[in-house]
């Protein structure tokens, strides 16, 4: 008859709450998880845009601080010459060409020998000299008479005729004497101190020309540098006198100092009167801003210019700016090459450059100047330049959409394994739960089992007992010997009760954990006899043999002697009970390296392989068909093991089907313990 387990109703309510307590919140959390990582990725742009456009309004603020203090750098004080306000201009403002203008509107700087009138050209005075000089070509009468004119002239003609007179005596092949007269009277003429343009025009130019009498002449070497020298300090020095010369004739000089100094190396070797700045770059510079200056005759064409802020121009071929300053005292109109302003907005847009962004700078006419070229992306966050540069614009890209997976993907991993830590939490606690509840599930069939053999068992027993004594109790007896007979068979079944009680209580114990052993050293010799004893008059009758070597000496054992004994009569009673008609039982000790050994063998029914493993288990019986003749309730054995194991000992089983079973419990002795 297939009986339902009792257990299994119970076992599919616990296996469908815990897919639910378990699948459930797993599936809640994956659908969580997956929620969250979505909107990580929206969070991380949202992020990096304010943090972007935060960055932004950082750098502009900065262009702008930067720049203000650049137009600061423009500042006229009267106090300061035109020239030094250029030089400052060109070495720290980074201009490309200035204009200077006072408060009335006059430029100050470039001024150009056509507006400053005749400076350097000799004066009519000279022209009948010259005649001699240039057409007649008689060199010696043009010195004398260059050195007469000289004695009767002011410092300007004295200047210029003694620049005459060493033309002519260079000429006439008399050139030792042009050079010494040169250095003397002109070149190195204390004038060059006055600061009379005038005179430092004509002073320029005896150097120039004694640079080229002396050059490639070894004898002159020292005077060629000191020469060169002198010339090169006259030009862009805030001190020194070059600054009185028109920007034109200062342009032309530097311009002969520059092939010169190339030529020779003396630029290089002199380039600390240039105090960092290039001769080239100033050169460059004076030539725009009087190409400037030029097309720019008066200040009124800046009148509807906005002060500091950058005006396109067309002005030659590159495309340059122009900035007007009003303040202090006058106004100064400054150039910046689209070049220079595109590198100077390329260091602050450096700052943008990361792993996340692109950025790209356009003009007023919206024409990329710096950064990425043209794009199809959306710009992530865009603002003026600054109120400099009207019109300007920076704008900031995302570099693709993997820069939010980059950004977003730390912060998804931790959520990623906080979610799988939670599941594996989740799927731990579950089967934490499951077992529990199984354990729960077994324990309570275990109860029920419990009690329904404790039922069982005590019912037989009392049952053939009350029908024994009612049988007496009402005289149903032949003769004595009945009554004895029905006597002991009270008795024996009387003992049997008292058995299973005392296996109940053990397990009883057991179960509770409560059992103590009272372990004390005991000679296995006195167990085995106790334990033969007890079973003496169940196993001495009937077709029952029951035969015991016990040796007279064995050493002791740590143990309690009372529950070893229960071990062996539980083995006897077992090999009783699953033994045939004919029985055959054996109860053996030895000693051995290993310990005592107590063996109950039997020639019974002996016990199926697949079997083997579980008879020590609780309530396990291989036979538990209704049928089955032999009494008990699986418990026998789990308590002999139950024991043995209190003991440090071992338990184990041998036995073929239809030929018996041995038993054998070891004991280690007191020396191998
Ligand atoms: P029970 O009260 O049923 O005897 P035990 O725990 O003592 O419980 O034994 C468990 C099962 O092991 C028995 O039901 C029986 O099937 C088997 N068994 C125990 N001892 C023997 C033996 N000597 N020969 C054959 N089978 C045995």
Same mark, same amino acid.
């Given at each position: 008859m297939h009986r339902l387990h009792p257990g299994f109703g119970q076992f599919r309510w616990v296996v469908l709450l815990l897919a639910v307590a378990v699948i459930l919140p797993t599936v809640g959390l994956l659908w969580f998880m997956n929620k969250v990582v979505k909107s990580e990725r929206l969070v991380v742009r949202q992020r990096l845009t304010t943090f972007y456009r935060g960055r932004l309004s950082e750098v502009t603020g900065k262009v702008g601080d930067q720049w203000a203090q650049a137009c600061r750098q423009l500042e006229r004080k009267p106090s300061i010459h035109p020239y030094r306000l250029f030089v400052a201009a060109v070495g720290?403002?980074?201009?490309?060409g200035l204009l200077v203008y006072d408060d009335t509107g006059?430029?100050?700087?470039?001024?150009?020998s056509t507006d400053a009138g005749t400076l350097a050209r000799p004066s009519e005075d000279f022209r009948d000299i010259w005649e001699i000089e240039?057409?007649?070509?008689q060199y010696e009468r043009a010195a004398e008479m260059y050195e007469e004119r000289a004695r009767i002239s002011d410092d300007h003609g004295r200047l210029a005729a003694y620049i005459g007179k060493c033309r002519s005596l260079a000429k006439a092949g008399r050139t030792d004497q042009a050079i010494a007269e040169c250095k003397l009277?002109?070149?190195?003429?204390?004038?060059?101190?006055?600061?009379?343009s005038r005179c430092l025009a004509l002073i320029a130019n005896a150097r120039l020309l004694l640079l080229s009498w002396i050059q490639d002449n070894a004898a002159y070497t020292s005077l060629y540098e000191e020469t060169f020298r002198k010339l090169l300090a006259m030009?862009?020095?805030?001190? !020194?006198?070059? *600054?009185?010369?028109?920007a034109d004739e200062n342009l032309f000089i530097a311009r002969k100092v520059l092939e010169i100094g190339d030529r020779t190396g003396l630029l290089t070797r002199n380039s600390d009167l240039l105090r960092g700045t290039s001769l080239k770059r100033l050169i460059q510079v004076e030539e725009q801003s009087i190409r400037f200056a030029e097309q720019s005759?008066?200040?009124?064409?800046?009148?509807?210019w906005q002060g500091d802020r950058l005006q396109p121009l067309i002005l030659g071929e590159e495309p340059l700016y122009g900035l007007s300053h009003r303040a202090g005292r006058g106004t100064c109109m400054a150039l910046v090459s689209r070049a220079r302003l595109t590198r100077l907005l390329a260091e602050y847009a450096?700052?943008?450059?990361?792993?996340n962004v692109d950025y790209r700078i356009l003009d007023?006419?919206?024409?990329?100047?710096?950064?990425?070229?043209?794009?199809a992306r959306e710009p992530c966050a865009a603002g003026a330049? !600054?109120?400099? *540069?009207?019109g300007w614009t920076i704008q900031l890209f995302f570099k693709g959409g993997d820069v939010f997976e980059r950004a977003a993907s730390e912060q998804i991993a931790i959520y990623t394994w906080t979610g799988m830590l939670f599941i594996v939490l989740i799927l731990v606690s579950g089967a934490v739960a499951a077992k529990g509840i199984g354990h729960q599930i077994r324990l309570n069939k275990l109860k029920n089992d419990f009690i329904a053999t404790v039922t069982h068992e005590l019912k037989t027993p009392l049952a053939s007992m009350r029908v024994l004594v009612d049988t007496l109790l009402e005289g149903n007896y032949r003769d004595q010997s009945q009554v004895t007979e029905y006597l002991q068979l009270v008795s024996r079944e009387n003992e049997r009760l008292s058995r299973l009680i005392d296996n109940f209580l053990t397990f009883s114990r057991m179960e509770r954990n409560k059992q103590a052993f009272q372990m004390r050293p005991v000679s296995p010799v006195s167990i085995a006899h106790a334990a033969a004893e007890a079973v003496k008059t169940k196993l001495g009758r009937g077709h029952c043999c029951f035969a015991t070597q016990i040796p007279d000496q064995l050493p002791e054992i740590r143990a309690d002697h009372d529950a070893l004994v229960t071990v062996l009569v539980n083995l006897l009673d077992n090999a009783y009970k699953y033994s045939c008609d004919e029985k055959r039982i054996t109860l053996s000790v030895t000693g051995g390296a290993g310990g005592v050994r107590f063996a109950v063998a039997d020639n019974g029914l002996g016990i199926p392989r697949r079997a083997l493993k579980k008879?020590?288990?609780?309530?396990?019986?291989?036979d538990r068909s209704l049928s089955r003749r032999a009494e008990g309730c699986g418990l026998g054995l789990s308590i002999a093991k139950f024991i043995v194991d209190a003991h440090q000992g071992t338990i184990t089983v041998e036995s073929k089907p239809g030929q018996g079973s041995t038993f054998t419990v070891t004991i280690p002795t007191t020396a191998s313990a």
């Open positions: 720290q403002g980074g201009y490309d006059q430029r100050l700087y470039p001024v150009l240039f057409i007649n070509q009277r002109a070149a190195f003429s204390p004038l060059a101190e006055t600061g009379d030009l862009y020095n805030p001190n !020194g006198a070059g *600054f009185a010369l028109p005759p008066t200040i009124e064409k800046f009148d509807d450096a700052s943008f450059q990361d792993a007023e006419a919206g024409k990329v100047v710096a950064g990425v070229g043209e794009t330049v !600054g109120p400099h *540069f009207p008879i020590f288990e609780r309530f396990y019986q291989v």
